[in-house]
């Protein structure tokens, strides 16, 4: 999975990167409320590790702020907040789950792979914008009618787009979406994917369409269909 941490103790937060990371996830780090509701916001996590007590914005307005902007990312609390008033709240506003540290690593994963199989199972497999509908469980786009096979990163990256369908997505963001936040990606690399993904949306467009746009210095955009 694409996990989400916001937690702002980096040494907690190092101690769950590397274990997630162990355990074949790949891991991104926000350790401030504000910074963390807007990488939420992208679109691009399977599941989310939030902490309540944060620099910014606390968790709880986190969590307040995403779901009403219909973010439907599964989100575990993770916090020394015990109270039951607070464990009401978190749920009230849409936490998934709510875990009170210290805690069990094995127990955080087991309960992890729960919230988010029961997304899953909740999520349709298929996305539209415009003309193209992409099924991500076959990494597949349809596009009048053709099929077009994409690679792994291809699909992750159009996803984004496709969720942000007219709206400039910048390169930290689709880098993100298709490595992760600590990868060492250069531009150039994103360029090969982005280079690719656009010819085979092209080869099937009726006529010749500029698909995914560049936005010289910012990033890209799928142009509103």
């Known amino acids: 999975m694409n996990v989400l941490v916001i937690e702002d103790d980096r040494k907690i937060a190092g101690l769950l990167e ?13 350790w ?30 986190v969590l307040e702020r995403v779901r009403a902007r219909r973010c439907r990312t599964p989100i575990m609390m993770l916090t020394a907040v015990d109270t039951v008033q607070r464990i009401v709240e978190a749920f009230d506003l849409g936490a998934d789950d709510y875990l009170v540290k210290p805690f069990m690593f094995e127990i955080l994963l087991a309960r992890l792979g729960a919230i988010s199989r029961r997304q899953q199972s909740t999520e349709p497999a298929t996305f ?14 349809t596009q009048n009618g053709r099929a077009i096979h994409l690679t792994r990163k291809q699909c992750e990256l159009l996803d984004l787009l496709m969720r942000r369908r007219g709206l400039v997505t ?10 992760g936040q600590q990868a060492n990606v250069k531009d150039n690399t994103l360029d090969v994917y982005v280079h690719g993904l656009r010819v085979k949306l092209e080869s099937g ?11 010289h210095g ?3 955009i799928l142009v509103d269909q």
């Open 32 to 61: 401030d409320g504000k910074k963390g509701a807007e990488m939420m916001l992208s679109g691009s996590y399977n599941a989310v590790l939030l902490d309540i007590l944060l620099p910014g914005i606390d968790g709880l307005a």
């Open 218 to 220: 910012t990033g890209y």
């Open 128 to 141: 539209r914008a415009g003309n193209l509908i992409l099924n991500r469980n076959h990494r597949m786009v």
């Open 205 to 215: 467009a009726a006529g010749p369409q500029e698909l995914i746009r560049t936005i």
């Open 18 to 30: 590397r274990g997630l990371s162990e355990n074949g996830h790949r891991v991104s780090v926000s």
């Open 170 to 179: 910048s390169r930290e963001e689709l880098i993100e979406a298709g490595w």
